[in-house]
């Protein structure tokens, strides 16, 4: 079998950069932040205990599956999605795909990437993948984090299509099946917009949008109650810096990314204040940007004390604090 | 962020980040990562540390392999029964050294599966070099 014709290109998240991937190979030009934006990417959830995580952790996008669910539905595209409990099945129908020269996004386990270093390999059963091919024993992946097209052994996939757990991905794939000729891009975008500052501002949920980031401020003095020693406790503190930039957030946990949604935005909008809203989340960044940098910095020196470890909360108040109200005079703007 | 703060020059990692560029447009680069290019080195050592403090405690009979890698591959119990699909009281049985002996191995080759190793890789931790015969027994 041959590998399909396919444009590969790295972006800044997994599923927004698969979604990004597959329909600009299918002939609609737009970007990774307007797919984002209009999807309602940005969020805030902290998790100080729950069964599937070992630590407590948070996370700085929507749920999985709704960047594909909520631009669908803003944009009118149909996407084409299927789920297995067999796996021979579901390892049949992406090779029958395949053979239709039809690229599909899967749903995988990232810990058997194995054309990844090992010491990025988390097990996180939200990643997606690209399948644009097979030779012999190997499937031809274009993976948003990797920069070129690579190939991965079918053992491998099938692994990662199939493994269980929290999100179990169940052979989940999607690929675009409809994409209307007249888009209105205003519509998604505010729609997108509208929702994306609920989440942040009004949703009734303790841990999640600003309330969420106010709990990780408040909570993280407790982390080291958590941890097996002061070295897990640093790695732990370091993955704060992983969870912002390099889990693929394009950058300060997508706030970067959301502020280039804006600057795009506020051009098909012809809103001039969304430049300016769009500066403001860019700085915003800067500060989530610069809590990164100070995690792994007191990780790696194991400057773990409560004074240190309040620090890191006032910080983190800070964005909340300034999130607040970035959030409510976008809201305002709509 | 202006696209010169944002540059990282770590091959061994590439990300996408959004930057300002001089023009004032917010852009995607790819390049590197931060923590990759100054911390791997410590991300290292304490990877190997905590190693060689599970490894002992197989060794010391606390604890069995199946403990060192669910700890390894940070997986929770509950994250490791769904996916071996073994009942939870079962794994928690099993991550003891005492019943380690007794699993049969096709239970041994649905833990493998989630490690992503073979069994005869997860029996090795087992092996005592002389190396870990000083750690034991100096107790570093």
Redesign the interface.
Known sequence: MNTIPYKHK???HCESGAVTSLLNNAGLDIS??LVFGISSGIFFAYFHKM????FPTFIVRNKPGSIRNNLAKRLGIKFHAEKFNNPEEGMKRLDELLVKNIPVAVQVDF??M?YL?E??R??INVHFIVVVGKSGSKYIISD????NLVELESASLR?ARF????M?PKGFFFYPEYIPKEIDYKKAILKGTKKACFYMLKIPIPFVGIKGIRMFARKIVEWPTFARDT??L??EI?KI??LL??Q?T???GFR??Y??FL?QASVILGKPEWSEL?KEM?EI??GW?EI??FA?RI??NRELGLDRLKELGNMLNGRADVEERFFRRLKNSI | MKEKDGTIDCPQQQVILFVEKEDGKYEPIQTGSYLTKNFLDDYELKRRHLEESLKKQVLLGKVSPIYYFMILEDLTLSELSSRAGIRKGKVRKHLEAAHFNAIPQETLQLYADVFNITVPDMLKILVVTSADSTNTNTGS
């Not at chain 1, 069964?51 to 070992?54: I, N, Q, V």
């Not at chain 1, 948003?144 to 920069?147: A, D, M």
């Not at chain 1, 493994?163 to 929290?166: M, S, Y």
């Open positions: 790295m972006a800044a990774e932040p069964k599937s995580f070992a810990f058997y194995d270093p010491w990025e988390v097990h948003s984090y990797f920069p692994k493994a269980g757990g929290n179990s070295e897990h640093s790695h370091m810096n992983i930039e390099d693929g394009g950058g300060a970067f990314m502020a280039t600057q769009s860019m960044g800067d940007r990164s940098l792994a990780g790696k």
